[in-house]
């Protein structure tokens, strides 16, 4: 990768961009790559994989899209089960539940399902923590540009490869202060979470870029994302991959 400064508009100090340019995804997609290159190559953080977003119909619908969109996962933002988040530190924050998908071999460009399925070492039950920092749905290139809403990532045990179940069967059950608010099974993924790693791998060549051995992909949430507020626990349980849990104080 070679380092461009990350345009000065997607550095503001408080970490938003509502005061910021309507924008073209067209106008802006070179431009993210060079976000990605300014995050992956600055210390202290470096870029160790990818986020699918907005995979699941209802979370598409929820946001007025029509595809999926994908950002970096920062090694700053790896975190485990259990883990407390500050609420003082979070703008907005919000939760999305996923399988995270480790890959023990780079992919071809033109990516298929099979090829994924062949490549993965491990998988993770997950929740993606995002903010709010925008408004995603009117100005979603500038919300891309800003690593889509990107904070943090929560992973549970990992299920390596040859104990998986099939994924596009397994249904999670959310909940939020042991209330359950939501289940779904991974066929919303774009039919199989594995079709949304694919996707990621097509998409990625369009910028030079592709998945690569040892890549983390968050495969993008079952369910609609939910908000979070001081106080709140979560709790996602995949059927036959494992839970995880995080709370807010």
């Known amino acids: 990768m070679i380092w461009r400064q990350a345009p000065d508009i997607y550095k503001n100090e408080d970490r938003t961009f509502k005061d910021g340019p309507r924008v073209h995804f067209e106008d802006t997609a070179r431009e993210y790559i060079d976000y990605i290159n300014y995050y992956a190559l600055a210390p202290p953080s470096s870029c160790i994989g990818w986020k699918v977003g907005l995979t699941a119909p ?29 609420r003082d530190a979070l703008i907005e924050p919000g939760f999305e539940n996923e399988l995270c998908i480790v890959l023990d071999r780079d992919l071809p460009t033109d990516a298929t399902r099979a090829d994924v399925a062949c490549a993965v070492a491990r998988v993770y039950p ?17 919300a891309i540009t800003d690593n889509g809403q990107q904070k943090a990532f929560v992973l549970g045990e990992p299920v390596s490869r040859d104990a998986l179940p099939e994924l596009d069967v397994v249904t999670v059950r959310v909940r939020i202060n042991g209330t359950e608010v939501a289940t779904a099974s991974g066929d919303a993924v774009l039919g199989h979470p594995y ?54 104080a």
């Not at 997950?126 to 500038?142: H, K, P, W």
């Not at 983390?216 to 979560?234: C, E, H, K, N, W």
Request: negative net charge; contains cysteine.
């Open 58 to 86: 209802v979370i598409q619908q929820q946001f007025g899209v029509h595809e999926p969109v994908f950002a970096c996962l920062l090694a700053e933002g790896l975190v485990r089960s259990g883990h407390i988040f500050r």
């Open 126 to 142: 997950a929740f993606e923590i995002i903010e709010t920092r925008g408004d995603l749905s009117g100005q979603l290139a500038l």
């Open 195 to 248: 079709e949304s790693v694919a996707w990621l791998a097509r998409k990625l060549t369009q910028f030079g870029e592709r998945v690569r051995a040892g890549d983390y992909v968050m495969s993008g949430s079952f369910t609609r994302q939910f908000p979070l507020a001081r106080g709140d626990r979560i709790e996602a349980v995949f059927d036959g991959i494992g839970t995880v849990a995080a709370s807010v």
